[in-house]
């Protein structure tokens, strides 16, 4: 099944764990953020886009650190930039090691480590700031159009002829 994921689940879930690699068959070596909490298609971007996207979704830290195959999978002229991002990403990548044991991939909203969709949700409105006066509106006995007029109002988002 191939699922379309939002840029931002993908943005919030990369900032919500931290990978230990160990062997690195289970961390992927193009999109997970294994290099100081860091994607390789942030350490490079410009590499990136000249990385085929079978490669993107497939290749581990494993496979790309072996005889390093990383460096494959980038297809295309690199630009003055790319190489320059080539160089980063070729020394970011030879200070890592892989150890025995496998991956471990830890959920920073839990103190477990361990993930739970109620963090997950609760990650997203992190940092908002409450409404004064929504809690009014929405415990009240008015019907829902009226309530709806409210929160708008209260937005100022009243949509008026004026």
């Known amino acids: 099944m191939n699922f379309k994921v939002l840029p931002d689940a993908t943005s919030l879930f990369h900032a919500s764990i931290k990978i230990y690699v160990g062997d690195g068959a289970h961390t992927l070596f193009w999109e997970d953020p294994w290099i100081n909490g860091m994607c390789a298609g942030t350490v490079a971007p410009a590499i990136l886009a000249l990385v085929k996207p079978r490669f993107r979704r497939k290749m581990t830290v494993q496979a790309g650190l072996l005889g390093n195959a990383w460096t494959t999978a980038i297809a295309g002229e690199l630009s003055i930039d790319a190489v320059v991002q080539y160089l980063r990403l070729w020394e970011a990548v030879s200070t890592c090691q892989l150890q025995p044991g496998s991956d471990s ?58």
Do not use: N, Q, V
């Open 105 to 162: 991939f830890r959920w920073k909203w839990t103190s477990s480590g361990s993930f739970t969709a109620r963090t997950a949700y609760l990650a997203f409105f992190e940092g908002t700031t409450a409404l004064p006066g929504a809690a009014h509106i929405w415990d009240s006995f008015a019907p829902m159009a009226y309530r709806m007029h409210a929160w708008l109002a209260l937005r100022r988002r009243c949509w008026t002829a004026d």
